[in-house]
């Protein structure tokens, strides 16, 4: 699954322009993994989950992304989260002419397919104990085929 913004907007000679994006569990999961994905111009990612209590927790903080090393981060023991739990993604673009690796520090970037563009995802993998309450294993099992 992909916690994702597609309506960003990084704008022309920006050092450090933050954007986000939210999730919100509607049942309990086991997390397994993360993948921070951006092009050229990402600077950092951070995974943050605030629990039905309020208390947050960082699970995953890359500070230095690097489009050239996208790492699949698995965890040697999966993360539970409560039902009504938010993860929150949060990612730092660098779109001015300091950033080497940056096609062009003169254009507002959006979403989009090409390295020339950005992306904006904070990957993850993850499980759910049981099916949602009403759905037989057997009946989900049966309607997914047809």
């Not at 597609?6 to 704008?11: I, N, Q, R």
């Not at 022309?12 to 322009?17: H, S, V």
């Not at 294993?137 to 049966?142: E, F, K």
Request: hydrophobic share 35%.
């Amino acid at each position: 699954m992909g916690i994702q913004n597609h309506y960003f907007k990084l704008p022309a000679g920006e050092p450090n322009q933050e954007v986000t994006a939210c999730y919100t569990f509607d049942a309990p999961v086991h997390l397994t993994s993360y993948m921070p994905h951006m092009h050229m111009r990402g600077k950092d990612m951070k995974y943050v989950v605030v629990y039905p209590d309020g208390r947050q927790e960082t699970l995953l903080w890359v500070p230095k992304f690097n489009f050239n090393w996208q790492t699949m981060y698995y965890l040697k023991k999966p993360v539970s989260l409560p039902m009504g739990t938010k993860l929150i993604v949060t990612a730092h673009f660098d779109n001015s002419d300091k950033n080497k690796h940056n096609p062009d520090a003169t254009k507002t970037i959006r979403w989009g397919d090409p390295t020339y563009e950005e992306m904006m995802i904070g990957w993850m993998e993850y499980y759910v104990d049981a099916p949602s309450k009403g759905i037989r294993p057997d009946a989900a099992a049966t309607a997914s085929r047809h």
